[in-house]
């Protein structure tokens, strides 16, 4: 897992992965109980070799309003592009803000993240999310200049962990950090 997803958890991906049949059930219960909107989400969804089956079923079986799939962007084509006629959203979690930058992901992964937001961006509704910690927050403007360039939306979400472990003490922020976010959005 990478720090700052929230799949770092050390328990969190302990457990079997849940059968196709289970979670279509499960999307049959939500959708039974009202749920119009679901987001899909990781590690990485795209894994899984029954996310096109998953999505179709949650869309012309159940019904479901909204389908969001939240990826790391870094699967093969193939994989997004069969799931798209039953996704209404697909977010790609990017770290960098061009080819070159990387503040928690591997080194040289934004040129495969960044050619697969262009190869789909056309084909599907997409999302760029980016993770702010300490190290990113002032590039807030070369995220909204990448978005622009590229002409794909974005959105911040905030870097949340246990402020306790020494793992992540360079990446939380202060509340003078969050306040400072704030001025600048």
Known sequence: SIVGCYSFVSDR???????????????????????????????????RNDMTELL????????IAKMSVISNGTMEWDRYESAIPYMDQLNISIDGYDENTSFI??????????????HLKDK?????????????MAYMREYN????RIGVRFSFSIFTV???????????????DLKEIEKKS
């Not at 179709?56 to 019904?63: F, G, L, P, T």
Request: glycine residues 4%; contains cysteine.
């Open 13 to 47: 991906n302990k457990i079997q992965a849940m059968s196709t049949d289970q979670v279509k059930r499960l999307i049959n219960q939500l959708h039974k109980s009202g749920v119009e909107e679901i987001v899909i989400s990781g590690g990485e969804p795209f894994l």
């Open 56 to 63: 179709r079923y949650a869309k012309e079986d159940c019904h």
């Open 162 to 176: 246990d402020e306790a472990n020494p793992l992540f003490k360079d990446y939380v922020m202060s509340d003078t």
């Open 124 to 136: 599907v509704s997409l999302n760029m999310i980016v993770t702010l910690h300490k190290k990113n």
């Open 105 to 118: 992901r591997d080194k040289g992964i934004m040129p495969k993240v960044l050619a697969t937001i262009n």
């Open 145 to 148: 200049e990448l978005s622009k």
